[in-house]
């Protein structure tokens, strides 16, 4: 059985750094497109950056410059370094993975809070 856990939540001053961890076990990893999304109270969860099992990385025009998804494939993890926080990105973090055999299997871990104070 596949699962997530994220690490790394928070509560930081508005410019301030915050790193996310996603731990994931019982699965080939590398397989894996995964991905961070983040939701904040009344919004829908949107995406905030992606890194797939090639490497290719995409991030919300939001967190461009600021954010930094990386993985690392022989300890089953991917991160999201985040810096120049801002209160906008108070959200519930929530990591993905998922990978494509006839359809898409789709994974989430528990979610962690992330709080900027401005």
């Known amino acids: 059985q596949v699962q997530l856990v994220e690490s790394g939540g928070g509560l930081v001053q508005s410019g301030g750094s915050l790193r996310l961890s996603c731990a994931a076990s019982g699965t080939i990893f590398s397989i894996y497109d995964m991905g961070w999304y983040r939701q904040a109270p009344g919004k829908q969860r949107e995406l905030v950056a992606a890194?797939?099992?090639?490497?290719?990385?995409n991030y919300a025009d939001a967190v461009k410059g600021r954010f930094t998804i990386s993985r690392d494939n022989a300890k089953n993890t991917v991160s999201l370094q985040k810096n120049s926080l801002k209160p906008e990105d108070t959200a519930v973090y929530y990591c993905n993975g998922r990978y494509w055999k006839f359809f898409w299997y789709n994974y989430w871990g528990q979610g962690t809070q992330v709080t900027v104070s401005s």
């Open positions: 890194v797939t099992s090639g490497g290719s990385t």
